[in-house]
C-alpha cells in the first residue's frame, strides 16, 4: 500500500470526495487484512485444536495399549502362577499318596514278619522241652544209646575223606545197622518233642 497520498486542493482545503474515496479504500483493505488476519489466527486455532486432539486420542491409544498389554502381562503371570500352585499341589498329593502306599507297604510288611515270626517261635520247641525229650528218648532207648556210645568211642577219627557210598553199612551184634538206628532215634526223638508240646 502506498503510503504518499496527493489530494486535489481545492478552495480551502483538499477536496472532499478524493479523501473520502481514499478513506473508504483504506477501511475497506484494512477490514479485509483483519479478516485475513482473524481467518488465519482461526486456521491455526483449528490446527492447533486438531493437533491437540490427534495428540491426546494418540496419548489415550498408547495407554489403552498399555493397559491392555499390562492387563496381559498380569495375566500371563496369574496363569503362570496359577499352574505352578496346580503343579505343586498335584505333586504334592501323590507325595502324600506314594507316602501312604509306603507306610501300608510297611505295616503290611511288620504284620508279615511278627506273623511268621510268632508262627516260627510257635514252632520252635522249647528247650526245656527238648531237655525232657532227649531225656524220655535216654529212658526208653538205654541200650541203643549205650551201644552208640561204644561204637563212636571205638570208632578211630579218620583224616581221610572217604565218600560213603564205598563204605558198606556196618552192624552190632547183629542187630538194626547204625544208621538205620540213628534214623529211628532221630524219629522218635521228633515224635517226643512234638508229642511234648501238644500236652
Not at 145 to 154: S, W
Request: hydrophobic share 35%; glycine share 0%; net charge negative.
Amino acid at each position: 500500500m502506498d503510503k504518499t497520498v496527493k489530494f486535489k486542493t481545492v478552495f480551502n482545503g483538499y477536496s472532499k470526495t478524493e479523501v473520502d474515496q481514499y478513506l473508504n479504500e483504506l477501511d475497506t483493505q484494512y477490514q479485509n487484512e483483519h479478516l485475513a488476519i482473524s481467518r488465519l489466527m482461526l486456521n491455526a486455532q483449528n490446527r492447533s485444536d486438531q493437533i491437540i486432539h490427534e495428540a491426546e486420542q494418540r496419548a489415550a491409544e498408547i495407554l489403552a495399549k498399555a493397559e491392555a498389554d499390562s492387563k496381559m502381562i498380569r495375566a500371563e503371570a496369574e496363569q503362570v502362577k496359577a499352574d505352578l500352585i496346580q503343579e505343586m499341589r498335584t505333586n504334592f498329593i501323590d507325595l502324600l499318596h506314594t507316602a501312604e502306599k509306603m507306610r501300608k507297604t510297611i505295616e503290611n510288611s511288620q504284620e508279615m514278619y511278627m506273623l511268621y515270626s510268632t508262627k516260627i517261635l510257635r514252632e520252635i520247641p522249647l528247650e526245656s522241652s527238648i531237655n525232657a525229650a532227649v531225656e524220655k528218648v535216654k529212658q526208653l532207648y538205654p541200650q541203643t544209646i549205650k551201644k552208640e556210645a561204644a561204637i563212636k568211642e571205638q570208632t578211630p577219627i579218620q583224616e581221610t575223606i572217604i565218600d560213603a557210598e564205598d563204605v558198606p553199612m556196618q552192624t552190632v551184634c547183629n542187630e538194626t545197622p547204625v544208621s538205620k538206628q540213628s534214623e529211628t532215634n532221630v524219629d522218635d526223638l521228633i515224635k517226643s518233642i512234638n508229642a511234648q508240646r501238644r500236652s
